[in-house]
């Protein structure tokens, strides 16, 4: 197992990962947020390759203030195998590297067994409101969904 910088090459399996982690969502274009990360701080896009096949992903940002965990996902293949540990602990290395002093991240109140997962890794949680606007539609389902689209993805 290797974990790499993202390379183009992988966004179609990058993708098809978040897909079966059930990370995307109608109103979110997954392959226009790789393009967007590719764009901004790509050297924070990290992917785990096994065999020359993506096992995990997770994007990291820092903008100068916190340091930010997204898209964290590992193939069904290989949960329970300590390799999302290694993604967020590779994650937490790059941005400690940058001078970030705080990570944080999101997760969907109902996702219970990720919550527990990075409670294990150490994150707490605390009372914040979330709040976002969306500056750029993806695609129809956009401005179709019930669901407010500011909800990230951790």
Request: hydrophobic share 40%.
């Given at each position: 197992?290797?974990?790499r910088?993202?390379?183009?090459?992988?966004?179609?399996?990058?993708?098809?990962?978040?897909?079966?982690?059930?990370?995307?969502?109608?109103?979110?274009?997954?392959?226009?947020?790789?393009?967007?990360?590719?764009?901004?701080?790509?050297?924070m896009?990290?992917?785990?390759e096994?065999?020359?096949?993506?096992?995990?992903?997770?994007?990291?940002?820092?903008?100068?203030?916190?340091?930010?965990?997204?898209?964290?996902?590992?193939?069904?293949?290989?949960?329970g195998?300590?390799?999302?540990?290694?993604?967020?602990?590779?994650?937490?290395?790059?941005?400690?590297?940058?001078?970030?002093?705080?990570?944080?991240?999101?997760?969907?109140?109902?996702?219970?067994?990720?919550?527990?997962?990075?409670?294990?890794?150490?994150?707490?949680?605390?009372?914040?409101?979330?709040?976002?606007?969306?500056?750029?539609?993806?695609?129809?389902?956009?401005?179709?969904?019930?669901?407010?689209?500011?909800?990230?993805?951790?």
């Amino acid at each position: 197992m290797k974990i790499r910088s993202f390379s183009e090459t992988d966004a179609e399996a990058v993708v098809a990962l978040w897909t079966e982690a059930g990370l995307t969502r109608p109103w979110n274009d997954a392959g226009a947020d790789v393009r967007r990360k590719q764009a901004m701080q790509p050297e924070m896009f990290f992917v785990a390759e096994d065999d020359g096949r993506v096992a995990g992903v997770v994007m990291a940002g820092y903008d100068g203030h916190r340091g930010w965990i997204h898209y964290l996902a590992v193939s069904d293949d290989y949960r329970g195998t300590g390799l999302g540990r290694t993604l967020v602990e590779h994650a937490e290395t790059a941005l400690d590297a940058l001078g970030c002093p705080k990570v944080q991240l999101q997760v969907r109140p109902d996702n219970t067994s990720v919550i527990e997962f990075y409670r294990h890794l150490g994150y707490t949680t605390y009372e914040a409101i979330n709040m976002g606007k969306r500056l750029v539609v993806d695609g129809p389902a956009a401005t179709q969904s019930t669901e407010p689209p500011a909800v990230a993805t951790a």
